[in-house]
T-cell receptor
Framework: KAGVTQTPRYLIKTRGQQVTLSCSPI?????VSWYQQTPGQGLQFLFE???????NKGNFPGRFSGRQFSNSRSEMNVSTLELGDSALYLC?????????????FGPGTRLTVL | GIQVEQSPPDLILQEGANSTLRCNFS?????LQWFHQNPWGQLINLFY???GTKQNGRLSATTVATERYSLLYISSSQTTDSGVYFC??????????????FGAGTQVVVTP
């Protein structure tokens, strides 16, 4: 079974631009979560989607948004990029929605904002 | 919210040594996982262990949920064990779907 895939793997943008990252979960997994990892703040939860609905959101500004499609693939969007948005963005998938199940992470997208 | 504390923050080992990493959490959890982050940033699943004991080769883990801690044991360490080890928990509250709270990690360096 293929693992979680994320595209692109690397991205360089300039301040003020917007970016869209994509995550394809493991086949059959319906829950997708997104995390941001920075040296200063560590790994922080962004949001979680299940059946195309955002059920949980972390403490990030409204510039960070996401969505999930009917095939469970998810995208996250960051608008009006700031230097501080430079980070590794990780997504995770899980088969069920209740938080009891094991989560599996993709390889991440490394975003650099210049 | 739930607090997750990992210790020690850094660990330097000689190849062949054994070590124990600890994860303390402040409230009840539905899920606890240990991860190893590889040099490219991917989080590799080590254990899904909200309670009990598991072993996988040279690694083993124990979670005592009633006392709110988990331990990861590395035996006969190898240089490939180097990297950052994270503990992550999902709190046992109704709105916690998919919401991992991560510890700060333990940076492990294994020297030849």
């Amino acid at each position: 079974k293929a693992g979680v895939t994320q595209t692109p793997r690397y991205l360089i943008k300039t301040r003020g631009q917007q970016v869209t990252l994509s995550c394809s979960p493991i086949s059959g997994h319906r829950s997708v979560s997104w995390y941001q990892q920075t040296p200063g703040q560590g790994l922080q939860f962004l949001f979680e989607y299940f059946s195309e609905t955002q059920r949980n959101k972390g403490n990030f500004p409204g510039r960070f948004s996401g969505r999930q499609f009917s095939n469970s693939r998810s995208e996250m969007n960051v608008s009006t990029l700031e230097l501080g948005d430079s980070a590794l963005y990780l997504c995770a998938s899980s088969p069920d929605p209740d938080g009891y199940n094991e989560q599996f992470f993709g390889p991440g997208t490394r975003l650099t904002v210049l | 919210g739930i607090q997750v504390e990992q210790s020690p923050p850094d660990l330097i080992l000689q190849e062949g040594a054994n070590s124990t990493l600890r994860c303390n959490f402040s409230d009840s959890v539905n899920n606890l996982q240990w991860f190893h982050q590889n040099p490219w940033g991917q989080l590799i699943n080590l254990f899904y262990i909200p309670s009990g004991t598991k072993q996988n080769g040279r690694l083993s883990a124990t979670t005592v949920a009633t006392e709110r801690y988990s331990l990861l044991y590395i035996s006969s360490s190898q240089t490939t064990d180097s990297g950052v080890y994270f503990c992550a928990v999902v709190p046992a509250v109704t709105d916690s779907w998919g919401k991992f709270q991560f510890g700060a990690g333990t940076q492990v360096v294994v020297t030849p």
